[in-house]
């Protein structure tokens, strides 16, 4: 597990850091406004992503795990009806976005824009790399396909830094490495395209919860920046995005573990209790291992940050960014206690508790944006997310498939290391005043040393995954 996902991380930490050059470069070309319009046109469309996915990526890896003899009919109609809805959503994108009365720049960034929900083919085809631990695959294709981007956004950059220009530098990418993904894909899996309707309405049936949930999670984590588009401006959007640019490219940590957590957790808990409780457990330790520095070191450095990487006119951003890093620890544990759900079978739970989480953030956010504006939209998210983990961590404990073992061990020594790692960290700031890039560097390199003092990392295993890396499996 830990194997696969190092070598998740390894693929995939280059390819976020050329998505996030690439980000770097489209903030500083556009103006904040601007920047404002085009955030919003990708979260416009995410939620029409979502209905294409239909909720079935988890129960694609799901079924193939359990089921690897009918991979080839599985994903051959998986894509059959992603396909159809994609040309289903486009019209209703179209017409969606002029009835709700935005800018002409937003209807057409909209409109250009769309043509990237053919793009959700290729989670899919992810699956078959998935299911056989070999994530490196989609990570090089990833890889590609985000230096593609960087080279037409830059491009873009000198002919014409306009919204526009933007999104076809991102279509263009795309659509390339999406073809040269598929063409490489038929060397694993020869894909079977007949319909089969009995099977279509089987993963349909199946997906219908994870649908709800995961509008519902979508609308948990998106419907700030509408809210502030309509009771604020598109300058307000801006400074909000940038700092959730910065949080969001955290996500490749908890979703490097889980690429590998859930197909183990799927075939543990109907087989192997012990297997599973150690799964879970060592899940729940790495994340709290991962998310807490974040957090704690992250606000001490998030004004110096902010400033280096997006420019003064940015500034107002770091006070959001401090709040909204606190929304990635809880993210990261909600993530593990959601999968530990689908792979319970317990979907519709999963869809209950993202609803409470949006009333809570609806609410928030009528009460906090009119007052605080993006801030008030960054807290109303971080309290959203630790209802969820709340919630859906007592229903795990309690629920008589899943009894998720409750892990105060790996709390104790995740919460006692970095209490020790932040007095550390701040006294040698407060000593130091080095550029803050130095700083994030020794703050990295102060906290595995403190892994290894600790011995919860020990040299053994930090040189073996080293070393798993370099091979490249």
């Known amino acids: 597990m830990i194997n696969n996902s190092a070598v998740f991380i390894g693929g995939n930490v280059v390819s976020r850091l050329l998505k996030f050059i690439t980000a770097l470069w489209i903030v500083r070309s556009l103006s904040g406004e601007a920047y404002g319009q085009f955030s919003f046109v990708y979260v416009y469309l995410s939620f029409f992503e979502i209905l294409v996915q239909f909720g079935s990526n988890a129960i694609l890896t799901k079924e193939v795990t359990q089921k690897p003899e009918e991979a080839s009919r599985i994903l051959g109609n998986a894509l059959l009806f992603r396909l159809i809805f994609c040309f289903l959503a486009l019209p209703v994108a179209w017409a969606l976005i002029r009835w709700l009365g935005y800018p002409m720049e937003v209807r057409q960034g909209v409109v250009l824009a769309s043509f990237q929900l053919f793009l959700t083919l290729q989670a899919a085809l992810e699956t078959i790399y998935r299911v056989q631990l070999k994530v490196i695959y989609p990570a090089v294709w990833n890889l590609i396909r985000n230096l593609l981007n960087l080279g037409f956004v830059a491009a873009a950059v000198f002919l014409k830094p306009a919204i526009l220009s933007f999104i076809l530098a991102y279509l263009a990418s795309g659509f390339l490495a999406l073809g040269g993904f598929a063409f490489y894909t038929r060397r694993f899996i020869r894909l079977e395209f007949r319909p089969d309707p009995a099977l279509i309405w089987r993963l349909l049936g199946q997906s219908a919860p994870l649908l709800a949930s995961s509008y519902l999670t979508l609308l948990y984590y998106r419907i700030d920046v509408f809210m502030l588009s309509k009771m604020k401006s598109f300058l307000d959007v801006g400074y909000y995005s940038v700092a959730v640019r910065l949080t969001e490219a955290l996500d490749i940590i908890a979703t490097a573990l889980l690429v590998s957590l859930f197909p183990l957790l799927s075939r543990y808990i109907k087989e192997d209790r012990i297997s599973f409780e150690r799964t879970v457990s060592r899940g729940f330790k790495l994340l709290l291992l991962l998310g807490l520095p974040i957090a704690m070191g992250g606000n001490l450095v998030a004004s110096e940050l902010t400033v280096f990487l997006f420019g003064a006119a940015y500034a107002p951003s770091a006070v959001t960014l401090r709040i909204l890093l606190w929304y990635n620890l809880f993210a990261f544990l909600g993530c593990l206690l959601a999968n530990l759900l689908i792979a319970g079978g317990r979907q519709m739970a999963d869809a209950w508790i993202s609803l409470a989480q949006v009333i809570a953030n609806i609410g928030l956010n009528l009460i906090l944006i009119p007052r605080y504006s ?100």
Do not use: C, M
Request: aromatic fraction near 16%; charged fraction near 10%; glycine fraction near 8%.
């Open 374 to 473: 993006y801030n008030g939209a960054a807290v109303a998210t971080v309290i959203g997310a630790f209802v969820g983990v709340a919630f859906t961590f007592f229903y795990a404990v309690r629920d008589p498939r899943i009894r998720l073992p409750i892990p105060w061990p790996e709390a104790g020594q995740a919460a006692l290391v970095n209490a020790v790692f932040l007095a550390i960290f701040a006294g040698w700031r407060s000593l130091t005043h080095l550029p803050v890039l130095l700083d994030i560097l020794l703050g990295v390199a102060i906290y595995g040393l403190l892994l290894l003092a600790f011995r919860i990392l020990r040299w053994q295993q930090a040189t073996s995954y080293l070393s798993h890396w370099r091979k490249g499996g």
